[in-house]
């Protein structure tokens, strides 16, 4: 037996008791006549006591020779400490050792395992084995199970039944390039993984099984972006016969358990936007709201008097930011560079102050008079002692640069606070977004989803303007889940693909398995998939997806630990028909 308890467990009630404990040696402290170790395990930190009227010299010494990390077994009496640490569950007690056992030694670790280490991230990636030893990626992995858990309990208890998918299988449209697996068996073909199973978790309800959902592996081979991983979880639903409104109601009940099993936060409603207003009022489908700073539209109110800049542009949009009255000219000035990086691009920054005895000090007090600047205040919202910032443009760029400037804003100004939880549901998406490179339309969800009833005919004369049965699920200003309602008739589908710029062979080539099964009796269906990297780190108030997944790849798409990607040999390229013939 290795042990008889853990090291997080042992309290003042165990005193007397005799234990046997294993972990790793976290750090010693030697003072010759006594010597303290620090035993830790995933449960916690034990010290363990070695000293010169209570121990052999032998069992000392050996205490004395212990390096960090090595793997030990003691066996000793649980005694009250002389000096109690009230940090740790165990802080009162510590264990007399009677016999030490090294399981297994280490070498010295290239880090401290501390939950504050010296190691940058790359040697940390390097060693993540070493790395899950410390508490932030442990209990950051123990959070994920317990999310991970509660999803299942809720969807089960729901009627949902968990199916596993393929993951060799044909591209699936969303978005993103495929990673293909080249097939031995069948020389010069290839397997897609999936970048998401939804054309399966359709065919499951053609299937008739009427609630699915799957804890899964996506994969999409995108440029990479901070914070994105080459693969990725999904929380994948389906459910037949139901309309959009049946799916917002199950998943926000979903999410609403999430919140309060595991942040013990309660949220009634969650609020709903439609896609229009959520650009128009912050420039963004994923609106972070748990701040204000809405956008106030000033086009009215601007493009009256001389001043070109506004006269030209085809929106001039602003925010109050609060309190922004007391920012230095100086800082102002950060802030007109910062819009200006090129990431964001605006091409500068119009302000108006607004002082607390109500009147206006603006950077174009040469256009606009007292009265002018007073009605930038009405409409963005802006009280005595805030800072209206005014960007005009393109619309959509200048929405984009006034959201990213918003953004910057609450973080500067501590608005963001992780512990508040602000759901939304954004719906009715367009179905269709213009690529501006190509001019050509593609899906904006993807291609199985639904326009909304007696919208089809629009996609002949307006493309731009059909509106989706679609919705994102958005958390704090993060995206963390979206969905549809599907076409399930054949004609729609086919109608849809032509509209993407398939031809009827392409469609059929790709999809048209789908298609096929739509002619058996495809019920109504629709669902979505929360992405749950992204969902466990929001509940676990933090941004970045790394440390809530065991082994993540760095910003280049590669794991630093096993050295992947990496070439393969000429007999295995061979065998896949991947190697060039030169000669031909
Ligand atoms: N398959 C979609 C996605 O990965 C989700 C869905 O429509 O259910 O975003």
Known sequence: MYRSHNCGELTAAHINTEVTLSGWVQKSRDKGFIVWVDLRDRYGITQLVFDEERTSKDLIEQAQNLGREFVIQVTGTVIERASKNPNIPTGEIEILV?????????????????????????????????????????????????????????????????????????????????????????AGEFYALPQSPQTFKQLLMVGGMDKYFQIVKCFRDEDLRADRQPEFTQIDCEMAFVEQEDILNVFEGLTRHLLKEVNGVEIEKFPRMLYDDAMRLYGNDKPDIRFGMEFGELNEVTQHKDFGVFNNAELVVGIAVPGGNRFTRKEIDKLINWVKRPQVGALGMIYSRCNDDGSFKSSVDKFYDQEDLSKWAEITGAKPGDLVCVL????????????????ELAEQLGLRDPKVFAPLWVIDFPLLELDEETGHYHAMHHPFTSPKPGQLE??????????????????????????SIRIHDKETQAIMFKHLGFSEEEAKAQFGFLMDAFQYGAPPHGGLAFGLDRLVAILGGQETI???????????????????PAPIDDDQLTELSLKLNLKS
């Open 98 to 186: 009677s016999k030490l056992d090294i399981l297994n030694k280490s070498i010295l670790p290239p880090f401290t395992i501390e939950d504050k280490t010296d190691g940058g991230e790359d040697i940390r990636m390097k060693y993540r084995y070493l790395d899950i030893r410390r508490n932030p990626v442990k209990d950051s992995l123990i959070f994920r199970s317990k999310v991970s858990q509660a999803v299942r309990n809720y969807l089960s208890t729901e009627g949902f039944i968990e199916v596993e998918t393929p993951y060799l299988i044909k591209s699936t449209p969303e978005g993103a390039r495929d990673f293909v697996v080249p097939s031995r068996m069948n």
């Open 392 to 407: 005009s443009g393109d619309k959509n760029k200048v929405r984009a640069q006034l959201s990213a400037l918003r953004m």
């Open 458 to 483: 629009l996609l002949d004369s307006n493309p731009g303007e059909v509106k989706a049965n679609a919705y994102d699920l958005v958390l704090n200003g993060n995206e963390i889940g979206g969905g």
């Open 546 to 564: 790394r440390d809530f997944i065991a082994f993540p790849k760095n910003n280049s798409g590669r794991d630093v630990m096993i050295d992947a």
